[in-house]
């Protein structure tokens, strides 16, 4: 049973440009959250999404948008890249239960993007 | 592989000491605490976690104590060995509506045994 799977590994950008992450749930999971990773830092929410819908949002701006496919799989787009978008881009998954009850996110490896 | 461990306090125990690594939260509604580890080039792994109905539970090796009355978390890790070099990360999870929370991280902290 695959666990959580990103692609790119690694990805190059200059300023502005845009850029898209693929994340792909553990099996079963329809759930998937994305969370922004600088250098020495801890995970820091973007987005969560759910039956295709954004669910809930961090303090991020517009720049960052995100997509959930009818397979649960999802992307991470931001646009007008900035020096600061240099990070690591983890996706998590998790299977929806009952509301009120914590569902453990599974994280994958993490997308690795640098901007220049 | 690239280090998340840059410009994190750090932890360096005796292999076969016993570890304790501490973190402090700031939100009182938080619901969940989680503890996670992240090895070089890997995303966090899922440790143990507690709900603040409780202030101690343990697992294979570990446990992790809450304390809700000064806001404190710790991670307890027995008989450490060099298998768990990683950073370790403490994260909150609020009370919301939706079942799958969103998480708030810690800083971390990176622990080094030695052999």
């Known amino acids: 049973d695959a666990g959580v799977t990103q692609s790119p590994t690694h990805l190059i950008k200059t300023r502005g440009q845009q850029v898209t992450l693929r994340c792909s749930p553990k099996?079963?999971?329809?759930?998937v959250s994305w969370y922004q990773q600088a250098l020495g830092q801890g995970p820091q929410f973007i987005f969560q999404y759910y039956e295709e819908e954004e669910r809930q949002r961090g303090n991020f701006p517009d720049r960052f948008s995100g997509h959930q496919f009818p397979n649960y799989s999802s992307e991470l787009n931001v646009n007008a890249l900035l020096l600061g978008d240099s990070a690591l881009y983890l996706c998590?998954?998790?299977?929806?239960?009952?509301?009120?009850?914590?569902?453990?996110?599974?994280f994958g490896p993490g997308t690795r993007l640098t901007v220049l | 592989g690239e280090s998340v461990g840059l410009h994190l306090p750090t932890l360096s125990v005796q292999e076969g000491d016993n570890s304790i690594i501490n973190c402090a939260y700031s939100?009182?509604?938080?619901?969940?605490f989680i503890w996670y580890k992240q090895e070089s080039g890997k995303g966090p792994q899922f440790i143990i976690d507690?709900?603040?109905?409780?202030d101690k539970r343990q697992g294979q090796r570990v446990t992790v104590l809450l304390n809700k009355t000064v806001k404190h978390l710790s991670l307890q890790i027995a008989a450490t060995q060099p298998g768990d070099s990683a950073v370790y990360f403490c994260a909150e999870s609020p009370r919301t509506g939706a079942g799958s929370y969103q998480l708030t991280f810690g800083k971390g902290t990176k622990l080094s045994v030695i052999p």
């Open positions: 998590a998954s998790s299977e929806e239960k009952l509301a009120g009850i914590y569902n453990e996110q599974f």
């Open positions: 099996s079963g999971h329809d759930t």
């Open positions: 939100n009182s509604a938080s619901d969940y």
């Open positions: 507690i709900r603040s109905n409780m």
